[in-house]
C-alpha cells in the first residue's frame, strides 16, 4: 500500500462513527485528546482538537518551536510501528503512539497525550521556558505559567493502562480498516457479512470454527481462510475480541456481578474470563471497572 492509499485510509477511519464516538468518551472521561494519524504526517495530530493542550498551542505557533515539535512527532512515530510507545518533549509533556494496521502493515497511529507524568513545579516550569528562550521564542510570563500548570496530570501506572485500552481500540480500527478495504473493493463475500452477524447472534453461546462454518454452508479450511482475508485476524480472535467489547461495556453496570458478565458475554468460565480478559486489557475485570468509575 502506498503513501496516499495509507492516508485514505486514515482519513476514512478519522470520519468513522466509531473513531468519533470514541473519541468523546475518551476525551470526556480522560481529559487527553486524541486522534487519528497517518504514517506520514507533517501537522500535529492535535491541532485543533478538543482537550489540545495549550502549552502546545503557544509552541506550534511559533515556525522554530513548532519544527521541533514534529521532530518528535517523527521520532514517535518510528519507535511505535509495532507496539505502543511513549515519548516525553524537550518541555516535559507526554504523548503516546498506538499502531493500526491493515493487515501485517501498519497504517498509521491512534495517539493521545499533552499530559505529564507528574504535577509540575517551578523548576519544570522553569526548565520549559528556557527550553522556549534558547530558540529564540519569546513567551507572556504569566500565559505561559498558566498553561504550563494546566496541563493534565497521567502517572506512568495510568498511562500503562491508557495504552492497554487504546490497543483494544487500535485493534478494533485495524478490523475497521480491514472492512473498509474490503468493501471499497467490493470483494468481501456474502458469507462472511454473514458470518459477522451469525457470531453477533450467538456470542454468548459456544461457538466453533466448525459451527460458524456450517451456518454459512462452507468447509473449516475454506472459510478460516476467507474469514482472515476477510476480517485481518483468524476466527478465534475476533470472537474474543467481539466477547471482550461485550463485557466491557457491560461492566459499566454497576448492578451486574462479574461472574453474571462473563456468561452474559460468551465465556465459559469465570476463570475464563478473567484470563482472556487480562491478556487484551492487560489488567482483570474487577480493577478495569474500578478504573472506569474512579474516572468517571
Not at 497517518?38 to 506550534?60: I, T
Not at 493521545?112 to 513545579?121: A, C, I, L, V, Y
Not at 498553561?147 to 481500540?169: C, R
Not at 453461546?205 to 479450511?221: D, H
Amino acid at each position: 500500500m502506498n503513501t496516499s492509499q495509507r492516508s485514505e485510509s486514515i482519513e476514512t477511519l478519522g470520519k468513522s462513527k466509531m473513531f468519533q464516538e470514541y473519541e468523546r468518551a475518551y476525551s470526556k472521561v480522560t481529559n487527553l485528546p486524541i486522534a487519528i494519524r497517518p504514517m506520514e504526517s507533517w501537522k500535529l495530530p492535535f491541532h485543533g482538537k478538543p482537550k489540545e493542550n495549550s502549552w502546545c498551542v503557544m509552541m506550534a505557533g511559533k515556525s522554530r518551536t513548532c519544527g521541533v515539535c514534529l521532530e518528535v512527532q517523527v521520532q514517535l512515530a518510528n519507535s511505535a510501528q509495532d507496539r505502543p510507545r511513549c515519548m516525553t518533549c524537550a518541555y516535559g509533556l507526554c504523548e503516546m503512539a498506538v499502531p493500526i494496521k491493515l493487515g501485517s502493515e501498519t497504517i498509521g497511529f491512534l495517539q493521545t497525550g499533552q499530559s505529564m507524568f507528574q504535577k509540575p513545579n517551578e523548576a519544570t516550569f522553569h526548565r520549559a521556558v528556557r527550553k522556549a528562550q534558547e530558540m529564540g521564542i519569546d513567551l507572556d510570563a504569566k500565559k505561559a505559567r498558566e498553561t504550563f500548570f494546566n496541563t493534565p496530570v497521567v502517572s506512568e501506572e495510568k498511562m500503562e493502562s491508557l495504552s492497554g485500552l487504546l490497543s483494544i481500540f487500535a485493534d478494533h480500527l485495524s478490523m475497521k480498516s480491514n472492512q473498509i478495504a474490503v468493501q471499497t473493493a467490493n470483494v468481501e463475500p456474502k458469507v462472511i457479512t454473514c458470518a459477522r452477524k451469525f457470531i453477533a447472534e450467538h456470542q454468548n453461546e459456544r461457538l466453533s470454527l466448525g459451527q460458524v462454518a456450517k451456518s454459512v454452508n462452507m468447509s473449516k479450511f475454506y472459510f478460516c481462510k476467507v474469514f482472515k482475508q476477510a476480517t485481518g485476524i483468524n476466527f478465534s480472535h475476533y470472537v474474543m475480541r467481539v466477547r471482550t467489547e461485550r463485557a466491557r461495556n457491560l461492566l459499566l453496570n454497576p448492578n451486574l456481578h462479574v461472574s453474571e458478565i462473563a456468561y452474559e458475554a460468551g465465556f465459559q468460565s469465570l476463570s475464563q474470563f478473567n484470563r482472556m480478559f487480562k491478556r487484551t486489557l492487560g489488567q482483570s475485570p474487577t480493577v478495569y471497572r474500578s478504573y472506569l468509575w474512579k474516572e468517571a
